[in-house]
Structure formats: structure tokens, C-alpha cells
């Protein structure tokens, strides 16, 4: 059987040189793209040198100071049709009480983000409340989350989803002492990935 060659299933690229490399093409020292994201240059430094695996919120802090979508950072050179990822082959960002792991990057135009994501017990968004373009949808594959959106607070259980536009302020957090399972894809209306706002950064509860 003859491989789609749209398809992929190579290694994944190295996000801290991807990052590395757009900021010196934006002439940007570590001291002003640190100015700009809000994370420290010594957070930047690690991250670039493979030493640190960053959180989607720092991702999305780097994208916006550096005006690319966040697949940008995991985009090879090639534009697919077709990406096709198998289970042990996932980008993943791992962090306390988070493991983040992208279902697909690298569609030619992607203008969805899909995220497997699994929150360890008490494991929670670190900023207060969160807004970005676009619509969010979360899927419970298992476990418990709370999901706070603007005024209301919605728990999902194994099978729930919540589907809601994302300029509204929330969160998330799994407050059981169980490990809990989502699939969160992101869309902004702009027809562009990326945010402009922090997201999916884990906290203590």
C-alpha cells in the first residue's frame, strides 16, 4: 500500500527552534519578546533551547507577541491536505497537572486547533477567567470538569460536551480526585488559528 503522501506521520518539529527562528526573523532580542508576551527571558531562553516543554498558554502568549497563528509553531515546510497522526506519535506539552496533546497540525489553512487534554485532580486554568475569538467546543471523555462560562458554571461528565462562543469569560478545573479527559477543539471567527489570550495553562485548586 502506497502512502498518501499529504499524510504524515514524521516526526513532529522542534517548537522551541521554531520559535527561536521567528522571533531573530522579527529581529526581537529574548529581553523584547519577553517585554512583549509577558513571560520571563530566562522562561523564553528554556523554552528555545528544548530545556522547557511550554504550557498551549504560553504558546498562545509568544503567538500573539509574535503575530502567528499558533500552528505556526509546529508547521514543517510542507502544506498538507491530509494530516494524519498517530496516538504515539502526538505533539504534547506537558506541565503540573496538565498533558496537552495536539490531534492535528499543518492543514493547509487549519482553521481549527484540537487538543486532547488531561487535567490531574484539582489541575486548573491559572488566570481567572479567559477570552479569545471564536467558539470553543469541549468534549468529557472521562472524568469530571467544571466549566465556568460568563455567569454560569456547567460540570461535564464522560459524554458531556459544551459548545459556546469564547469572547464570553471562562475557565476551567477539575476539582474530583480524578484524573479527567477532554477533547477541546478551538475556531476563531476570523477563520485564522491562534489566540489572543492566554489559555490552557494549569494551576493548583
Known amino acids: ?25 522579527r529581529d526581537l532580542s529574548l529581553r523584547a519578546l519577553a517585554e512583549r508576551c509577558g513571560l520571563s527571558v530566562n522562561a523564553i531562553s528554556r523554552i528555545e533551547r528544548g530545556e522547557n516543554s511550554p504550557t498551549v498558554s504560553s504558546l498562545h502568549l509568544l503567538a500573539t ?16 491536505s491530509v494530516v494524519y497522526v498517530k496516538h504515539d506519535q502526538r505533539t504534547r506539552s506537558q506541565q503540573s497537572g496538565m498533558d496537552i496533546e495536539s490531534l492535528g497540525i499543518g492543514l493547509h489553512n487549519q482553521q481549527i486547533e484540537p487538543f486532547l487534554v488531561t487535567l490531574q485532580p484539582h489541575a486548573q486554568t491559572e488566570n481567572p477567567l479567559i477570552t479569545h475569538s471564536g467558539q470553543e467546543f469541549v468534549y468529557c471523555v472521562e472524568g469530571q470538569i467544571e466549566y465556568q462560562v460568563g455567569g454560569e458554571v456547567f460540570t461535564l461528565t464522560g459524554g458531556d460536551s459544551l459548545l459556546f462562543e469564547a469572547t464570553q469569560a471562562h475557565r476551567f478545573c477539575n476539582r474530583s480526585a480524578q484524573p479527567a479527559v477532554i477533547l477541546a477543539i478551538f475556531q476563531t471567527r476570523e477563520g485564522k488559528t491562534g489566540f489572543s489570550q492566554s489559555h490552557l495553562n494549569p494551576g493548583a485548586g
Open 65 to 80: 507577541a509574535l503575530n502567528v497563528p499558533i500552528t505556526e509553531f509546529f508547521h514543517t515546510n510542507i502544506q498538507r
Open 1 to 25: 500500500m502506497t502512502n498518501n503522501p499529504n499524510s504524515s506521520d514524521a516526526p513532529t518539529p522542534e517548537v522551541g527552534q521554531r520559535i527561536r527562528l521567528l522571533r531573530e526573523a
